[in-house]
Every structure is written in C-alpha cells, then in structure tokens.
C-alpha cells in the first residue's frame, strides 16, 4: 500500500503541480527573456544612433573648417601677404594667433609652391615649425589627394598632430577679384589644424551630447560606445569613446522590481499548490488506507485480500505464496456472555497478536468476524510454515486478562500454496479453507496443511470468493 500512496502523490504532482509549475515558469521565463531583448536592442539603438551623431559632429566640424579655411585662402590680399611674399606681421594680425582667439584653430601653416613651411602658428605663438614634424600620421596622404584633383581643389580629413587626433583642411592661396591669376601652377596652401585635445572634446561633447567624450586607442578591446579615426593614411589607430547612453539598462532598473516581485508570487504560489497537493495526496491515502483497513482491528480487510490474492497469478509465472487462513475456538462464547465490548478486546488483542507472530514480509487480514488471514510470500518448505502457524497458535491462545476477567481463545488454521497446491486464486482460497475445515473436525487449534488438487479437479482461473467460502463454512 505505501508504493501505491506515493504513486498517488507522485501522479497528483505530475498532472497538476508540475504542469502548473512549467506553465507558469514558462511564461515568467518568457516574459524575462523579452524585457531582456527590448532592452538591450534600445540599448543597442541609442548606441547606434549616438555613433551616428559622433560621425555627423567629425562631418560638420569638417565642414565648418573646410569653409572657413577656403574663405581666407580664396582672397586676394591673403594671397599677396602669404603667397607672393610673407608678411609675418600681417599673418599674425589675420591668421595666426587671431584664428586661435576666434574659431579654436590650433595650428596654421603656409606652404609654398615646393612644400616648404613659410609661415607656423602653433599653440597661439609664432613657430619655425615645420607642417610635416607636427603633423604625422596622413599629412603626405592628404596633400597628394588634394594635389591630383587640381590646383583649385581643397582636401580635407583626418590626421594626427603632437600625438592628438585632428581635424586638416588644406586649401590653395588664389586670387578672389583679380582676372589674372599667374599662380595657378605653383599654388601655395593655407593649412589649418583642429586638435581634439581635452577642451576641444569638452566642448563637442556638451554640443552632441556625448558624455565623457575621449581618445581612446583602437587596438586591443573597442570600447562599445566608439567609433574609429581614419586619418588620411587609411588608419584607424585611435578611437573616440564615450560613456553611452543605456536606456535598456534604465529599464530593466524599472521592470526587475515588477519581475522579482512576479517571481516571488510564482514561488508563493508554487508552494501553496504543492502543500495543497500533498495534502490532497495525504487526504487520498488516509481513505485508501480506511477503504482498505478493518476499522476494528486495523488489519487489511477483506477487499484488500482479494485484491493482494490476484496479484501473485497476474503474469505468465505465479508468483509463489502461502495463504493462512485462521479461525477463532471459543469467541462466540466469550463474546456471548461477556458481551462486545470485551469481544472486540479479543479482536484487537488477537489482531496485534497475529501481526506480532508472523514474518516482517507478510501481512495479516480480518474477514470478519472472528476470520483471519495472512499471505506469507515466497517459497516455504512445510516445516518452515509450520513453524509461523505454531508461532500464532501460541500467541494467539494465551490468555488475554481484561476488567479482572481471564479470557481464553483458541484458532485453527489452513494452510494452502501456490503454486504447489493450485494454480489460481479461487482455488487457494478454496483450499485453505478446506483446510481449516479438516482441522476444525480433528479437534480445532491445530494448523492443517491443504492437499494439492488433482489433475482431474476444475482448475479454471477466476477472482477468489472469500465471502462465498466463509457462508459456506458457516452453513
């Protein structure tokens, strides 16, 4: 009966709570895993669109250079203070440091028709500097583009100078009135160079909202929130990184109180439809066990028997057992003049006596009345179940003192196996009683062994009668 509880519980557990609990699970699970991907694709989007304002803002600051740059060299007195003949007092009043003051230029270079630096404006102060030492990485680059697409052409980008990223426009001295241009051939060129230094990217980071806006080295790990600098070389060695923005992190800040909340209940409710579970579970094996228990004497009543006696015979192979059937000598008497009260003390004594004297295996069974039964499982030679149905005798008849009274019963007991002595249930009832009945016309308290039935007896199969056989006893 045990096993047949904890299948009991475990078939509650798995069609109600398991189901329930995955379910549930499931959808918690789910709707985790979506909150997840939403915010990380807004993350990812803001990201997306941040990198897309950094190349805008490089775009822009091109632009606005680029235009500044061309207006100063496409003008006539610019080109005869600087491109004809320097004139250092005038391109320090005009270009120099003034363009520093103004418009954050960090580096102004004229160069003549060869190359050569004429005239330097480095960190607001005049320099002998020449363009190629400060700048480094794509100035050549950017020349030689600007050179192969004409004498009017500009050419802007990116380069690297003093070890900082920054903005270069290069464009070529040329007259803006007059009508004869005789340098069209031998321009000299007007440079001028942004740095992204420190209050630069202050200054565009408050601008395009980008926080914490750095320069950061390309090689190793990309920060996230990044994008590459291609100076005019073609490489991209230095990076702009930021703190980005992660709207998806804010909202998970928001949706995991509600989540961990959720869940809470989840394994609130998880717990309270198990301990109701179990406790249906504990309810269903409560009135099994009464269903299949006698009330008096807390033995297994007379359905259970019926039940256990078909389960040796349900396979090909009989599983071999010994029935004891067991009768009471004197109970009628006792419980006649006694009355019943004291007759169910000789039923529950005789009940705990019989349990007490069998096998641990095997188990023991009130018919009704004043009729038992045990089922002893496994093979057992004669003297061996001999032994068991002396072991009852003797407790069963010793004698039972109750309200100053000495009570005295007897039993007699048949014996039946199978498959030795039958091959179906019926018969093995049949023969135990058979059996019990012998013993009662030898002289009743002794254990009777049934004999085997012939070949030529009715062997056929079929749920064993006991209520049948106990009326044909008693009649």
């Known amino acids: 009966m045990p096993s047949r509880l904890s299948q009991a519980q475990r078939r509650i557990v798995s069609r109600v709570v398991a189901p329930v609990a995955v379910l549930v699970g499931a959808l918690i699970l789910l709707v985790i895993g979506m909150v997840i991907l939403l915010a990380r694709q807004q993350t990812a989007d803001a990201l997306e669109r941040q990198r897309e304002l950094a190349r805008g803002m490089i775009d822009i600051r091109l632009a606005e250079l680029s235009n500044m740059t061309d207006d100063y060299a496409h003008w006539d007195e610019a080109l005869q203070k600087l491109g004809l003949q320097i004139d250092r007092d005038w391109a320090a009043e005009n270009i120099g440091i003034a ?10 270079f004229v160069l003549d028709s060869a190359g050569r630096t004429s005239y330097a404006m480095i960190g607001q102060a005049d320099s002998n500097r020449p363009a190629d030492q400060a700048i480094t990485a794509g100035y050549r680059e950017l020349l030689e583009r600007r050179h192969s697409a004409g004498p009017d052409a500009l050419a802007s980008g990116l380069v690297v100078a003093d070890g900082l990223p920054a903005f270069i426009v290069v464009a070529p001295l040329r007259p803006f009135l007059t009508s004869i241009d005789t340098t069209r051939q031998s321009r000299s060129l007007l440079v001028f160079v942004d740095l992204l230094d420190k209050p630069q990217l202050r200054h565009l980071a408050d601008i395009y909202r ?6 950061a080295a390309a090689h ?5 929130a990044s994008i590459g600098l291609r100076t005019g070389d073609g490489r991209t060695d230095l990076s702009l990184a930021w703190e980005g923005d992660d709207p998806g992190a804010r909202l998970l800040l928001r949706i995991l109180p509600m989540l961990g909340g959720l869940l809470l209940a989840f394994a609130a409710m998880t717990v309270f439809v198990l301990v109701n579970a179990y406790r249906s579970a504990e309810k269903l094996r409560i009135a099994e066990d009464m269903a299949a228990r006698d009330p008096l004497s807390g033995l297994w009543n007379r359905t259970t028997l ?18 004891f059937y067991l009768d009471l000598d004197g109970f009628k008497h006792i419980n006649d003049t006694h009355g019943h009260d004291i007759g169910d003390v000789v039923i529950r004594t005789t009940s705990s006596r019989i349990s007490e004297s069998i096998p641990q295996n095997a188990k023991a069974y009130r018919l009704g009345g004043d ?14 179940l001999g032994w068991v149905a002396e072991a009852m005798l003797t407790r069963i008849t010793a004698p039972i003192v109750q309200d100053g009274l000495t009570l005295h019963v007897g039993v007699t007991i048949g014996i039946a196996r199978a498959p030795e002595d039958a091959q179906s249930a ?42 049948a056989e106990a009326a044909r006893r008693a009649g």
């Open 99 to 108: 363009m520093n003051k103004r418009f954050g230029v960090d580096m102004v």
């Open 210 to 215: 980008l926080p914490n806006l750095a320069v």
């Open 220 to 224: 190793g790990a990309e920060p996230t």
């Open 306 to 323: 019926a039940n256990d006696l078909d389960r040796p015979f349900a396979k090909d192979e009989i599983t071999p057992f010994t029935l």
């Open 371 to 384: 009729e038992f039964a045990v089922i002893m499982p496994g093979r057992a030679s004669k003297a061996r």
């Open 426 to 467: 019926t018969k093995v009832v049949r023969l135990a009683d058979q059996a019990l009945y012998a013993g009662k016309r030898s002289g009743k308290g002794i254990a009777q062994f049934a004999e085997p039935l012939h070949q030529t007896e009715d062997e056929s199969a079929g749920r064993p009668d006991i209520e």
